[in-house]
């Protein structure tokens, strides 16, 4: 079974999916471009990492599953490292970014903890 | 319209959404103003290519695509992880 033969239903709510996704991925991508501060901007691109990748990967377990009539779950590997790596690259840059600001006095560091 | 027509122009517009979120984030990474903000854009064009490479692998029909976003979000987390360290230490392994 192919593409082709996909029922209606399937397609629709994949492209409802998708499109989701990809909207929540696109939004955190302007946020990360129009917030001002480096600690503003860090929660941005946080949308396209939590409800853009889980709608994504919901819309290919969906087609797949369908597609080949079977559920086809590997894409959940995908969601689980990112639920995994997203956060640890966060702290870290985060602290990076605090550590600068602090060696540098700038009037936006964060306080010492 | 037929289910192949749906999913083609469907999931072509997600896709062109992905590489527009792409170029903007790029265009983060190009503009700056701190280092910082540069490799949270690499970041985040890391992470929407590979959405994008998910969609492609579902537009096209193909399970191969899989293991290419796998190995690409693997590489944005390592070079994300590697780019903070050298931040704060100057160097990446001490």
């Known amino acids: 079974m192919s593409a082709a033969d996909l029922p209606g239903w399937a397609a629709c709510l994949v492209v409802a999916l998708a499109l989701a996704g990809a909207a929540f991925s696109l939004i955190g991508s302007i946020g990360l471009l ?64 605090a550590f600068r600001d602090r060696s540098e006095r700038n009037a936006d560091a964060p306080p010492d903890p | 319209m037929s289910s192949p027509e749906i999913l083609a122009y469907g999931l072509g517009l997600a896709q062109l959404m992905l590489i527009l979120a792409m170029v903007l984030a790029g265009w983060r990474v190009l503009r700056g103003p701190r280092a910082q903000d540069r490799v949270l854009g690499l970041d985040t064009v890391y992470l929407n290519g590979m959405l994008a490479i998910v969609t492609h692998g579902m537009r096209t029909d193909s399970g191969f695509y899989f293991e290419a976003a796998l190995i690409v979000g693997m590489l944005g987390f390592a070079a994300t992880v590697a780019l903070a360290k050298f931040l704060i230490h100057g160097e990446v392994i001490r």
């Open chain 1, 34 to 97: 129009r917030l001002r501060g480096f600690y503003e901007r860090a929660h941005a691109p946080a949308l396209g990492a939590t409800a853009g990748m889980a709608l994504i990967v919901a819309a290919s377990i969906l087609y797949f599953s369908v597609a080949e009539g079977r559920l086809v779950l590997r894409d959940l590997v995908i969601g689980l490292f990112l639920t995994v790596t997203t956060p640890i690259t966060l702290l870290l840059l985060g602290r990076a970014a």
